[in-house]
């Protein structure tokens, strides 16, 4: 039995004392009062059984974690129509690029792109009167905790600063790839991206992707091919113009987020959450993904 407990210990302790964190996302004004020394992990096993070092227990925002989230909210009810405006091709590109969306007539790459993100809000506001608060109800169900909540601070300079987002949407409607009002569709994804977690609460949420659709409370959320899928998609589009370096030096499916989160999972044994705000040149934790790197090679689990 590997002893998680050492392990993360000995990869915080390794990592702690680097010199070069990254830089903190300032592009969202909120996120650039983060503290950059910010390091936690946070592991739940597949038994029920958890270990953590560091500052797991601080929230912050998941950012583009949240797409999984969603993803994993619309699929059930829209089953395989979901993939008529959205594919499942890694992009290529960083999270924010148009280009593409252009060259292939309004259908994103990817989930997980914030145009692919995008459309699936768009999906969430049509189906449901109050999208906002059954997101955020799902996320805390997932997590088994009701204190999670939306950073309205962060989702404000979001708002105020995400041009980009609404040059994605409106391109999308351009394309009849979104239903609903553009203001709308990014009010819920500005406050998906904006909820607060830990890594604790991260890895509780996840746990479903672990374990085969069902949540912590066994409550079957996904079917065992839903969460395969979702997994999938995590493994080859869930880092940005990343995602091939870390399943290289990482080897699990996972999702990042700017605010310096990052989730990943072996499917049947674990979740695992770090958070370490400072990001590499592609928008990943920097610290964040030498963790899961050490991690993977120490404990020798990978889903290679």
């Given at each position: 039995?590997?002893?998680?407990?050492?392990?993360?210990?000995?990869?915080?302790?390794?990592?702690?004392?680097e010199?070069?964190?990254?830089?903190?996302?300032?592009?969202?004004?909120e996120?650039?009062?983060?503290?950059?020394?910010?390091?936690?992990?946070f592991?739940?096993?597949?038994?029920?059984?958890?270990?953590?070092?560091?500052?797991?227990?601080?929230?912050?925002s998941?950012?583009?974690?949240?797409?999984a989230?969603?993803l994993?909210?619309?699929l059930?009810i829209?089953?395989?129509?979901i993939?008529?405006?959205?594919?499942?091709?890694?992009?290529?590109?960083?999270?924010?690029?148009?280009?593409?969306?252009?060259?292939e007539n309004g259908?994103?790459r990817?989930?997980?792109?914030?145009?692919?993100?995008?459309?699936?809000?768009?999906m969430?506001?049509?189906?449901?009167?109050?999208?906002?608060?059954?997101?955020?109800?799902y996320?805390?169900?997932?997590?088994?905790?009701q204190?999670?909540?939306?950073?309205?601070?962060?989702?404000?300079?979001?708002?105020?600063?995400?041009?980009?987002?609404?040059?994605?949407?409106?391109?999308?409607?351009?394309?009849?790839?979104?239903?609903?009002?553009?203001?709308?569709?990014?009010d819920?994804y500005?406050?998906?991206c904006?909820?607060?977690?830990t890594?604790?609460q991260?890895?509780?949420?996840?746990?479903m992707?672990?374990n085969?659709?069902?949540?912590?409370q066994q409550?079957?959320?996904?079917?065992?091919?839903?969460?395969?899928?979702?997994?999938?998609?995590m493994?080859?589009c869930?880092?940005?113009?990343?995602?091939g370096?870390?399943a290289?030096?990482v080897?699990?499916?996972?999702?990042?987020?700017?605010?310096?989160?990052?989730i990943?999972?072996?499917?049947?044994?674990?979740?695992?959450?770090?958070?370490?705000?400072?990001l590499?040149e592609?928008?990943n934790?920097?610290i964040?993904?030498?963790?899961?790197?050490?991690?993977?090679?120490?404990?020798?689990?990978?889903?290679?």
């Amino acid at each position: 039995m590997i002893d998680f407990q050492n392990v993360i210990e000995a990869v915080h302790k390794e990592l702690k004392s680097e010199t070069n964190k990254g830089l903190v996302a300032s592009y969202i004004p909120e996120l650039s009062n983060i503290n950059p020394q910010n390091f936690g992990i946070f592991v739940k096993h597949i038994n029920g059984k958890s270990y953590a070092v560091g500052d797991w227990n601080v929230p912050f925002s998941i950012q583009s974690i949240s797409k999984a989230i969603s993803l994993a909210l619309v699929l059930p009810i829209y089953k395989n129509s979901i993939w008529e405006r959205i594919d499942v091709e890694p992009s290529g590109n960083p999270f924010n690029h148009l280009s593409l969306l252009e060259l292939e007539n309004g259908i994103p790459r990817n989930p997980f792109i914030n145009a692919g993100a995008i459309v699936i809000a768009d999906m969430l506001v049509t189906h449901f009167k109050n999208p906002k608060q059954v997101f955020l109800d799902y996320v805390r169900d997932l997590a088994n905790d009701q204190t999670i909540d939306f950073n309205y601070s962060v989702a404000k300079s979001e708002r105020l600063t995400g041009f980009g987002n609404y040059a994605a949407a409106n391109l999308l409607k351009s394309f009849n790839n979104l239903e609903n009002d553009v203001e709308d569709v990014l009010d819920l994804y500005f406050h998906q991206c904006s909820i607060e977690m830990t890594c604790e609460q991260l890895s509780n949420a996840f746990f479903m992707l672990a374990n085969n659709g069902k949540c912590l409370q066994q409550k079957e959320r996904l079917t065992s091919s839903q969460a395969k899928r979702i997994n999938a998609i995590m493994l080859t589009c869930g880092f940005y113009d990343e995602a091939g370096e870390f399943a290289f030096e990482v080897g699990l499916p996972g999702k990042s987020g700017v605010g310096g989160g990052i989730i990943a999972l072996l499917p049947n044994h674990f979740t695992i959450a770090t958070w370490s705000p400072g990001l590499n040149e592609k928008g990943n934790s920097l610290i964040g993904m030498k963790a899961l790197e050490l991690f993977t090679t120490k404990t020798k689990r990978s889903i290679f």
